[in-house]
């Protein structure tokens, strides 16, 4: 057989024009990111919520100061961990341990109720799996694929699609549970997918062949294959272009995510004290079926690729598909209750959480159309994509310095509209899909391939600094909506994402050439 991608022969098995194990990752990312995700989305609310309501009473700058601290804590830990995947474990190794250490963090976390002390130790259980996980998942992606074209971005924003998927559901799910049942169970509920995702991968191994597999050998061979095969093609000089723009690309998203990772912090509490949520009559009906349909949909495209993964590896890999199927019955089962207590409430308050899902709702919907803009002659170059994903950015925190205007110098409550930030979510989320999944893929074409891993870690140190430099930017919201009110504070997000879109776009002949061909 001509195989067409890296893998076992039963991997050439493709689904929607891609090899059947890019779908294994991507619901083994899927449950990942289920996992972070749905942490993520109650962890300030929990934080600031009051004793009485089960929280632990912080204040907004110490909220959002730890939840700054573990976002990017999260992602300075991937570049040891693609390393050590690297020079000693392999890629597929480290994705399993990376899944269950932080499976344990999850259980650890659901334990907050007993003592302090366990969610403490939940997140920092997080923080080094994540480490594991992260960079070598995305490692194995890249690998999959033959040649270093249109098809890998494309895969790539498949991939994401699995990233995101898992952050719609851990939003929609943990943080409804964590905010109408308890804290406790939503931290709870995201390690039982994570434990599950662990599962699925594991069993399914022999569907990558040797990828991600480590040997002294492999990484000997793989160093002088690399050396000879293109001592006399690529020179030092053009690996080190290529080293410069991941360097470049890796700056620019720095100051993406210092904008983009609001939405867990102060966007989350915009939408909690400052967002009119209550619904009745009318207003709540119509919620609860838009609701409805924004949850089933999804559900029923992802239950879909399920079912075509299933009919190319069930009976190859019967262990690996019955937990996938298991955990989506179980996902079915607790959106069918969720949305039968909602349409039995005489009015609806809308979780704070829930605008969240807006991100990973719109990037299921609209991926599959730019993953095809990107494979057709519609494809621009990688630091067009990056400028005008800033930009993309920046016009949505301009939306909601709009919304904004009419708030009191220092209020702690407000009720703007919530179509600002249906608005703004929609903008910041085009944003992602311009920047986040092709720079994955740049990392993997432009990168030597004994360096993948590392480089990955070094793409991630780059979240690391935005995530850190996000939580102590949010932790001024205070102090800046009392002298300049809550429009300057989104006003600050919308000005430098622009200027730095503008530079990358008035860069981009320059930034190409650096590239030496990698498209």
Known sequence: MNFIYNGSELNQKTILGHPSGLYVLFFTEMWERFSYYGMRAILVLFLISSFDNGGWGWERSEALGLYGLYTGLVYITPIFG?????????????????????????????????????????????????????????????????????????GYTIFYMGINSGAFLGILLCGYIGENVGWHYGFGLAGIFMLLGMLQFLYVQQIFGTIGVFSKKNIEDKSSDYLSKNKNSISSKIISDRLIVIVIFSFCVIFFWWAFEQAGGSMTIFASDYTDRILTGNGALIFKIFNSLITIVPMIILSYIIYLLSLNTFSAYKLSSLFLIFSFLIIWLIIIWMLYREFNLPST?????????????????????????????????????????????????????????GIPLGAKTASVSM???IIAYYFHTMGELFISPVGLSYVSKLAPKNLVGLMFGVWFVANFIANMAAGFTGSFID???????????????????ITVGLIMIIANNKIVKMMHGVK
Not at 378 to 385: E, F, L, R, V
Not at 479 to 497: A, H, K, N, Q, R
């Open 82 to 154: 693609g390393l050590i995947a690297d020079l000693f474990l392999g890629y597929r190794k480290a994705v399993i341990i990376g899944a269950l250490i932080m499976t344990l963090g999850h259980a650890a976390m659901a334990l907050e109720i007993f003592n302090n002390f366990f969610l403490y130790t939940g997140l920092a259980f997080l923080i080094i799996g994540n480490g594991f996980f992260k960079p070598n998942i995305s490692s194995i992606v890249g690998q999959l694929y033959k040649t270093e074209g249109q098809d890998k971005d494309a």
């Open 349 to 405: 308050e809308v979780p704070a959480s829930w605008f969240g899902m807006l991100n990973s709702f719109y990037i299921i919907t609209f991926a599959p159309l730019v993953s095809k803009i990107w494979q057709s002659k519609y494809n621009i170059s990688g630091p067009y994509k990056f400028g005008y994903g800033l930009i993309l950015l920046a016009i949505g925190f301009a939306v909601l310095s709009f919304g904004s205007i």
């Open 419 to 421: 179509i600002f930030l």
């Open 479 to 497: 102090p800046i909506v009392e002298v300049y009110g809550m429009s300057f504070f989104f006003l600050i997000f919308t000005i430098i994402p």
